[in-house]
């Protein structure tokens, strides 16, 4: 690998999709109001509720249930979940500045000027033994970009939060951090939707959480609101190492695409034109694309296909739209499937920096020689977002072919002008 793709790929190994921390919060915001069949409206200071409090407001909760359960975890072990709309509660998270805080870094950079707003949806309070196995938040609106936790200072051992994406996994001890303040606080994780969550077993008291929706306000439900890009922590690095990789002469002499995996889950369906996600695109693959446009450099984003009928058959192939080859004709192996995708499917051929063929993805293009593009992976592939594909394969015998797409951002570079 060249020192110019080594340090591309540094600069692009930036923070993971998620953020914790504490915050201060003031006295006067921390009463929460509730109410229970038998007592009616009851009340719990937040921030040094009693033990009767805690176990009166778990009480009045019901057992919480997520998809991940599958029935399996008794409703002993569950959490307590109230739904926003059964309680009221003077503690204001705007007032903390915490939407604004966990938007520049989710965001990374892209969250000034943006009315990053917040849903309170529901309440959650553990007791001993309770816990929640990982799983990722259910959200059907694709305005919902994230989720932030609150955790007040309740008394309690155990509960650890675990939050996973792909190979990163960060743990947080609220319970030992918040028990160990001088001054009132509240701990705080924000996360995107893809992340998967898990609390650990409390072992002693009670755990207490407020969670939000995380979501940016479309121009309709705030017609005054701006956008102002701002600099993200790594985009001057990276666009001083991609205009030096770009312009070596060795890179690309006849031209081709630098490819990159993208880093976050995007909602997609069949038969979608994949580049109309380019206004969804967050984080560190808004920052690519911002590079790439200072530095000329047209984009767009692609499915990159693997027709693979045996490991050591594959080829690649880009195509504009997300396809489904199931319902499709009798395929035949190896090129079938690639021709299959019609009008709009283009052959690629993966080569490193230097022009060698990349071994990892070799195949054999001799048939397509003069129509595959060469290609080079500048991040991970395959990416968070993908689909997937059966088809019948027909070569001595007929067998089911597997066709595996990557959403990628593909950026284009011009053939090297020789003098």
Same mark, same amino acid.
């Given at each position: 690998?060249?020192?110019?793709?080594?340090?591309?790929?540094?600069?692009?190994?930036?923070?993971?999709?998620?953020?914790? &921390?504490?915050?201060?919060?003031?006295?006067?915001?921390?009463?929460?109001?509730?109410?229970?069949?038998?007592?009616?409206?009851?009340?719990?200071?937040?921030?040094?509720?009693?033990?009767?409090?805690?176990?009166?407001?778990?009480?009045?909760?019901?057992?919480?249930?997520?998809?991940?359960?599958?029935?399996?975890?008794?409703?002993?072990? #569950?959490?307590?979940?109230? %739904?926003a709309t059964a309680f009221a509660t003077q503690f204001s998270l705007e007032n903390t500045g915490l939407v604004d805080?966990?938007?520049?870094?989710?965001?990374?950079?892209?969250?000034?000027?943006? %009315? @990053?707003?917040?849903?309170?949806?529901?309440?959650?309070?553990?007791?001993? +033994?309770?816990?929640? &196995?990982?799983?990722?938040?259910?959200?059907? +609106?694709?305005?919902?970009?994230?989720?932030?936790?609150?955790? $007040?200072?309740?008394?309690h051992t155990g509960g650890i939060c675990s939050l996973r994406?792909?190979?990163?996994?960060? !743990?947080?001890? $609220?319970?030992?951090?918040?028990?160990?303040?001088?001054?009132?606080?509240?701990?705080?994780?924000?996360?995107?939707?893809?992340?998967? !969550?898990?609390?650990?077993?409390?072992?002693? &008291?009670?755990?207490?959480?407020?969670?939000?929706?995380?979501?940016?306000?479309?121009?309709?439900?705030?017609?005054?609101?701006?956008? @102002?890009?701002?600099?993200?922590? /790594?985009?001057?690095?990276?666009?001083?190492?991609?205009?030096?990789?770009?312009?070596? =002469? *060795?890179?690309?002499?006849?031209?081709?695409?630098? &490819? $990159?995996?993208? #880093?976050?889950?995007? =909602?997609?369906? +069949?038969?979608?034109?994949?580049?109309?996600?380019?206004?969804?695109?967050?984080?560190?693959?808004?920052?690519?694309? #911002?590079?790439?446009?200072?530095?000329?450099?047209?984009?767009?984003?692609?499915?990159?296909?693997?027709? +693979?009928?045996?490991?050591?058959?594959?080829? $690649?192939?880009?195509?504009?739209?997300?396809?489904?080859?199931?319902? *499709?004709?009798?395929?035949?192996?190896?090129?079938?499937?690639?021709?299959?995708?019609?009008?709009?499917?283009? /052959?690629? #051929? /993966?080569?490193?920096?230097?022009?060698?063929?990349?071994?990892?993805?070799?195949?054999?293009?001799? *048939?397509?020689?003069?129509?595959?593009?060469?290609?080079?992976?500048?991040?991970?592939?395959?990416?968070?977002?993908?689909?997937?594909?059966?088809?019948?394969?027909?070569?001595?015998?007929?067998?089911?072919?597997?066709?595996?797409?990557?959403?990628?951002?593909?950026?284009?570079? =011009?053939?090297?002008?020789?003098?």
């Open positions: 690998m060249s020192d110019g793709l080594a340090r591309i790929r540094a600069t692009l190994n930036v923070r993971p999709p998620y953020c914790s &921390g504490t915050c201060e919060v003031a006295v006067e915001q921390s009463t929460l109001f509730y109410s229970t069949a038998t007592s009616g409206v009851r009340k719990i200071n937040l921030l040094f509720p009693t033990q009767n409090q805690l176990e009166s407001l778990h009480e009045a909760c019901q057992p919480a249930a997520y998809s991940h359960d599958d029935g399996e975890v008794s409703e002993k072990l #569950r959490a307590g979940r109230l %739904d805080a966990v938007g520049q870094s989710l965001l990374e950079g892209m969250a000034v000027g943006r %009315d @990053i707003r917040s849903e309170l949806y529901e309440l959650n309070i553990y007791g001993a +033994s309770n816990y929640i &196995g990982p799983h990722k938040n259910a959200t059907n +609106s694709d305005k919902i970009f994230g989720f932030l936790d609150i955790v $007040f200072p309740t008394p994406n792909n190979e990163n996994e960060c !743990r947080v001890d $609220f319970a030992t951090m918040l028990s160990e303040a001088q001054i009132p606080l509240v701990g705080y994780a924000a996360y995107f939707k893809e992340v998967q !969550r898990e609390i650990d077993p409390i072992t002693s &008291g009670h755990r207490l959480t407020l969670s939000y929706k995380l979501y940016v306000a479309s121009s309709g439900d705030s017609p005054s609101a701006t956008m @102002i890009w701002a600099p993200g922590p /790594f985009e001057p690095s990276l666009e001083t190492a991609l205009a030096e990789f770009v312009n070596d =002469p *060795k890179v690309l002499p006849n031209g081709g695409y630098l &490819g $990159f995996g993208l #880093r976050h889950q995007y =909602p997609v369906s +069949s038969e979608m034109r994949v580049d109309t996600l380019r206004s969804c695109l967050k984080g560190s693959d808004a920052i690519i694309t #911002r590079v790439l446009n200072k530095l000329h450099l047209s984009w767009s984003l692609r499915v990159l296909y693997r027709d +693979s009928v045996s490991h050591s058959e594959q080829t $690649f192939v880009l195509h504009k739209f997300i396809l489904d080859l199931s319902q *499709k004709d009798l395929v035949w192996s190896h090129w079938g499937a690639g021709e299959k995708l019609g009008l709009g499917a283009e /052959f690629v #051929r /993966f080569v490193d920096e230097f022009g060698n063929d990349d071994e990892k993805r070799a195949g054999d293009y001799s *048939k397509y020689s003069e129509d595959v593009v060469d290609i080079i992976q500048m991040t991970e592939m395959p990416s968070v977002t993908n689909v997937h594909s059966q088809y019948l394969a027909y070569g001595n015998e007929a067998m089911m072919g597997n066709l595996y797409g990557d959403i990628c951002l593909l950026a284009e570079v =011009p053939a090297k002008v020789l003098y």
